[in-house]
């Protein structure tokens, strides 16, 4: 039997990969849209996408920065995913949403987009959904309610009212702060949820359950374990804000630096 050399491998190799490229299923499509817009205080921004990522990060500025980028692979047409960034009587909607299949919503893996916002900090995100990708989020202090169906959901450094609710997959917050007025909602059904304060704080209400998992906590709690689900609460000090966590089936992990000696 004749053995193949190095350089018959190299070809062979070669041959291979310049079939890849040509492949349908190797071919994408891709595009863009970029806007920017101005956004009154107060103003909801609803953002929401089918299959991708979603990136929002606050900033000392007073209007959006706002980047789509959309992407079809296997044939399929970028023109099948719109694209939306605009200003209505409601607020701001920006979006990149399959359209239904007959009676059912669109879920083509095929038809990607990753939205990236610059925002003011201060901004109110009253809706970022997505149904399976990434949402990630930092540094905004106004309010943020978001939910992905399948996907983590990372915070870094936030505040104000954040409400933040996963279906399968992590939600993970770090260097997060509790201010006056404020609330720190986090919820998965199938996931783990881990929350890191940048302080200890002075004053909170802290209430965690896990109907199916574990609570450790760097903050000392009152555990309830006995019977049922796995239950840990504290009440520091006049005992608000508000931080809630609610897991399904996974673990919950709570840290916070220790409080300075005097």
Not at 108 to 127: G, K, R
Not at 157 to 178: E, M, N, P
Request: net charge positive; proline share 7%.
């Amino acid at each position: 039997m004749r053995t193949m050399g190095a350089g018959g491998w190299r070809s062979v190799a070669a041959l291979l990969f310049a079939c890849l490229l040509a492949s349908p299923a190797a071919a994408a499509d891709a595009d863009h849209l970029t806007r920017t817009l101005p956004v009154p205080p107060h103003t909801p921004i609803s953002v929401a996408i089918t299959e991708g990522t979603i990136t929002i990060t606050g900033e000392a500025r007073s209007d959006l920065a706002i980047d789509l980028v959309r992407r079809a692979r296997n044939g399929k047409s970028t023109d099948l995913l719109p694209l939306v960034a605009e200003k209505s009587a409601d607020g701001i909607q920006i979006s990149a949403l399959q359209p239904a299949q007959g009676d059912q919503p669109g879920h083509d893996p095929d038809l990607q987009a990753d939205v990236t916002i610059h925002a003011p900090a201060d901004a109110v995100f009253s809706s970022v959904t997505a149904f399976e990708g990434r949402i990630t989020l930092t540094n905004l202090r106004g309010a943020i309610t978001a939910d992905i169906t399948r996907g983590p959901i990372e915070a870094t450094g936030v505040s104000g009212q954040v409400r933040l609710t996963g279906h399968l997959g992590d939600v993970t917050v770090q260097r997060a702060q509790l201010t006056p007025g404020g609330l720190l909602r986090l919820r998965t059904f199938n996931g783990n949820v881990r929350l890191a304060l940048a302080k200890r704080p002075a004053n909170a209400r802290v209430l965690a359950v896990t109907y199916n998992g574990q609570i450790s906590s760097l903050m000392p709690l009152q555990m309830k374990t006995r019977f049922g689900p796995n239950f840990g609460e504290a009440s520091i000090g006049s005992g608000e804000p508000l931080i809630s966590i609610d897991v399904v089936r996974g673990d919950i992990q709570i840290s916070a630096p220790k409080a300075p000696t005097k």
